[in-house]
């Protein structure tokens, strides 16, 4: 879609004209049309992906106690981070980083 409403702009419809038929905001095709005149194109936004893991710096840990105990649940895990490494990290993001490290 920011190709078509990026071709409508350059053939000179309007700001107002673009969103009404695309179905976007002012705001949107304004931002979309002053990216491409600053940069030349107009990529989508990277979603996600883009933040480290509070356990980047300890990963040897979890790999340790898992290897120790393999039967121990996501919620004990999280307990020792808070307990043993002083990182607060939610279930998800605890399996999501252990997921990563091939241990779920």
Do not use: N
Not at 31 to 37: A, K
Not at 68 to 97: F, K, M, N, Y
């Amino acid at each position: 879609m920011l190709q078509r409403i990026i071709a409508a702009r350059e053939r000179g419809e309007g700001t107002g004209g673009g969103c009404k038929r695309f179905g976007v905001s002012r705001k949107s095709v304004e931002r979309f049309w002053g990216e491409y005149c600053r940069t030349g194109q107009c990529l989508p936004k990277q979603i996600g992906g883009y933040r480290r893991s509070r356990l980047a710096k300890h990963d040897r840990r979890p790999q340790d106690w898992i290897g120790a105990e393999p039967d121990l649940t996501l919620v004990e895990l999280q307990q020792r981070c808070r307990a043993q490494l002083q990182v607060s990290i939610g279930i998800t993001a605890l399996w999501h980083r252990l997921r990563r490290l091939g241990l779920s």
